[in-house]
Each structure stands twice: as C-alpha cells, then as structure tokens.
C-alpha cells in the first residue's frame, strides 16, 4: 500500500520528509493541509495527529509525525541516506541538532517574519531568535568546512534534516552568501538528481 | 573503560544523559564543566565538542554529543529504556519533539530568567516563550492522560528526555499543579528506584 505524507509546501518540517521520500524512491502520495486556514486544528486532523502539526506519515497501520522519525522510517524501509552503521551516532546526533537549535528556530523566525500579519510580528522575539540562529548556522558552517557531508562520505538524513528551511527565499535572516560551505553544500543537495524545491515538490497554502 | 559524561547540574540536557546512565547501570563518571564561567567556550572544550555544549559523552574512541544520541548509545550498550522494538519510531518520535518543541525552549527560558543579569532577560521574548511552552505542556499531559508512561507500558527514553527541565524549581513558567497528568507521571518517574534530582546528580555551576 502506498504511503501518505500530509503536508503542505511552506513546512520544512514537511519537506525534509516529502524529499527524503523523493530521493529514496520511497513509495508515496501527498495529501495536502490547508494549514493556514486552520486544517490542522480541527478534529479530523487532529484524530490523525493530536500534535496538530505536519509532516504526518500513515503507512498502513502505522502513524507517525516528526520529520526524523519519517526519515529514519524511510532509511529502515529503502535502505537510502542513513550513512554507514559505523555512523549510526553521528547521523542522529546532527538530525537532533537540527530540530534543537536550526530547524525549531528558523521554522518559528520564519514564521513570525512572513506568515503573520504586519502588524502581530513580534519585533523583539524575531531580532533574538535571529541571534540564536546566527550561531547555529555558524555551527552549521564550521562542520561542513571541507567535508562535501555532514556525516561521512554521501548524503544522509542528516544533511536531509539540517537544510530543511534552508531553501526557502521568504526572508529569516538567512543569506548564503555569508555562509560560504553552507552555500555549496546546499548546492550540492540541489545539484543531486530528483531534487525539488520546497515549492515545486508539495502544494503551497499560501501561493506568492 | 569508564566513559565519561560532561555536564553541569543545571543542564536539564545533561541531565536527560547523566540521568538515562545512572538508573540504566551504565558504568560512566562525571566531568563537572564550568559552563557560568565560560569553560563551554572555551578552545579545550571547543575541542571535544565545536557546538561548545553540554552533555558531551567520550567513551573510548567515541565522542557523541546530544542527549538523545547519547540516551539512544546508552539503550543499545544496557539494553534498558529502548521500549518494545515494535516501539522504536514512536520512542524515537518523542524524543524528536522534545528537542524541538519542549527541552529546547523550556531550557531556553529558564536560563532566561534564572541565570541571566536581572536588567538583561528580554521580557518580551520570555513572555512569548511561555505561550509556546503552554502548548507543549498541553499536548504532553493530553498524551499521558489514562498512561502510566509516554510509549508502551514501562519507562523509556521518551519519559527521560521529556522530563529532562521538569524538576527544576526555579520559575520558567512551569507548575506542576496545573498539570495533573504531568504531574503524576513526574513522581512515578521520581518514585523509580535509584531516581536523584538534576542538583543531586550533578555538580552545580551556580550552587543557590
């Protein structure tokens, strides 16, 4: 039976489990969420996932929400992206790292810059967490100075986890340009084929 | 060899760790870091983890960083807090959400408003916070309601990750009389044998 991601294109959270799906060969549908229009509030989605968050994966009897723990359910089934055994640590440990300091933060700043109305964006919580992201992208930097991965020598769902927002143009104080490895390891990830943009690989709730 | 765990008393992350080792048996011992006086900055620490945080784990060749990389090391050499295999992505599912959605920004405002210079706490930030923190605490007690623990029928690393910041005392926003469900499974996780709390466990930085 073919799987179900619900999703929707402006999540990252979604996307890292949309496009490791993608680049496994994973075998699987979306399903759209109209989440800015409250979807994943109301009871029928929150009977699949009383978190009220996307990604959410159905595969027969088992659902399971979380990006990493979809990525690490397409690893074990596909047999892609999880890295050598030998790095087993190494992969959780950057996919944890992801959702404690990058993927939380820059999902909330980017939130709070582009998806709230003008007038309810908190100006002071946007300029702190910005700092906070500056040193994880500076963490983030430093790692991949003179590596082409994150964790040993292909890609894995590491760096499938940590470029999650990282493609999104919508303005969060991100700019590759100041971070020159980040940049051509996001190249990399773009140049590999059956890469989709955020945009291009899942429906947009809230279409520019 | 007697792996070695760097911590502080005040880190709910490196108690999570130092927590997971010590009521699973797992022969290790503590480094106290001086993390208040900048010793997570600096160049020797940097030089056992270049993210400049606690917990770090060494054990023989192997330096693992993130408490739930190391919680996950620690199941697979005890065997103990891994739950049911047939539970392992829902384990892992919890252990996600807590580094995303509740350790992090729980441990963040705490240090917000216990340990930074009383005129440096950004107020705005703390109180936006908070908010936050209700939905997570909401969709924790929801969880728990009618379960004795988070996954399956016994403790595992879910309940030793999400209760990582939930037995300090110092105000972040959080009190246990508002959630009952919580509540009660923080004794039953206090009441297992061998149980000590964070500034019993470990060396404090900033001893009250």
């Known amino acids: 039976m073919t799987a179900k991601l619900y999703c929707f294109g402006e999540s990252g959270n979604a996307y890292k489990a949309a496009l490791t799906m993608e680049l496994s060969g994973f075998d699987y549908e979306q399903v759209f969420v109209d989440f800015f229009k409250g979807e994943a509030r109301t009871d029928a989605f929150k009977a699949i996932n009383p978190m009220g968050e996307v990604p ?21 089934q596909t047999g892609k992206f999880g890295g050598a055994a030998s790095d087993k640590y190494e992969v959780l440990r950057w996919v944890l790292w ?65 470029c ?26 773009s140049d590999t084929p059956g890469w989709k943009h955020p945009y291009d690989l899942m429906q947009r709730g809230m279409p520019a």
């Open 56 to 76: 959410v994966m159905v595969d027969g009897d088992l659902t399971l929400t979380q990006s990493g723990a979809i990525q690490q359910y397409v690893v074990d």
């Open 98 to 162: 992801d959702n404690h300091k990058l993927s939380s933060q820059a999902g909330m700043t980017r939130f709070l810059m582009n998806f709230l109305p003008e007038d309810k964006r908190p100006q002071d919580v946007i300029g702190f967490m910005q700092g906070r992201l500056k040193a994880a992208y500076s963490v983030l930097d430093a790692a991949l100075a003179g590596r082409e991965w994150l964790v040993g020598d292909s890609m894995t769902v590491a760096d499938l986890s940590c």
């Open 164 to 189: 999650g927002y990282l493609f999104y143009e919508e303005p969060f104080g991100f700019d590759r340009a100041d971070w020159p490895n980040i940049d051509a390891w996001l190249t990399r990830i």
